[in-house]
């Protein structure tokens, strides 16, 4: 749902250049919780459904992201939480790249790419061996997104989720 305050911010955002956006990528504190789930359940909704798996990542991030070595990026504009990213432990060497979106009316202004930039950069902090994701044919925009920054297409077997039709990694080159 957007209030007028939104959607007037939506229009004057179109209308700033993309260069100037002043897109702030922050850490998850517990206060954004709201704002974390909203932006997942509304992609999720849009193309599939919140399924039983998935509600404990929304209700509790701390618990089920944080407390388990994980970590969760958010995109800050003007103060509004307009996007996320998580990134989840498998083991010390690999992490699973998740609950990435951005709001509908945010699309299209690069805070997919910045989000990205993020954990991407966390991944190479943490000295990870990759990075998995899984996702669906459907989602054409993050796919472009996920190959622009090098991650390839491997065998998909036993998904977590029914949606996940695409399991797609990256791999990084130890120094």
Not at 39 to 45: C, E, F, G, V
Request: contains cysteine; proline residues 2%; charged residues 30%.
């Amino acid at each position: 749902m957007f209030n007028s305050r939104s959607i007037h911010k939506q229009k004057n955002i179109f209308n700033m250049e993309r260069e100037k956006i002043n897109v702030q990528i922050i850490s998850y504190e517990d206060s954004h919780r709201d704002a974390f789930r909203e932006i997942n359940y509304q992609w999720l909704t849009q193309y599939f459904e919140v399924t039983e798996y998935d509600k404990p990542f929304f209700e509790n991030p701390r618990k089920e992201i944080l407390d388990k070595n994980g970590y969760i990026f958010l995109a800050s504009l003007e103060n509004e939480i307009v996007g996320s990213v998580a990134l989840e432990r498998i083991t010390d060497k690999e992490y699973t790249l998740a609950k990435m979106g951005v709001k509908p009316g945010f699309q299209g202004l690069r805070i997919g790419q910045l989000l990205m930039d993020k954990a991407l950069e966390k991944a190479e902090e943490l000295n990870l061996d990759s990075l998995v994701l899984y996702t669906n044919h459907q989602l054409v925009q993050a796919l472009n997104l996920y190959c622009k920054y090098g991650f390839r297409f491997e065998r998909l077997e036993n998904p977590l989720v029914e949606r996940a039709t695409i399991k797609m990694v990256k791999k990084f080159i130890s120094s």
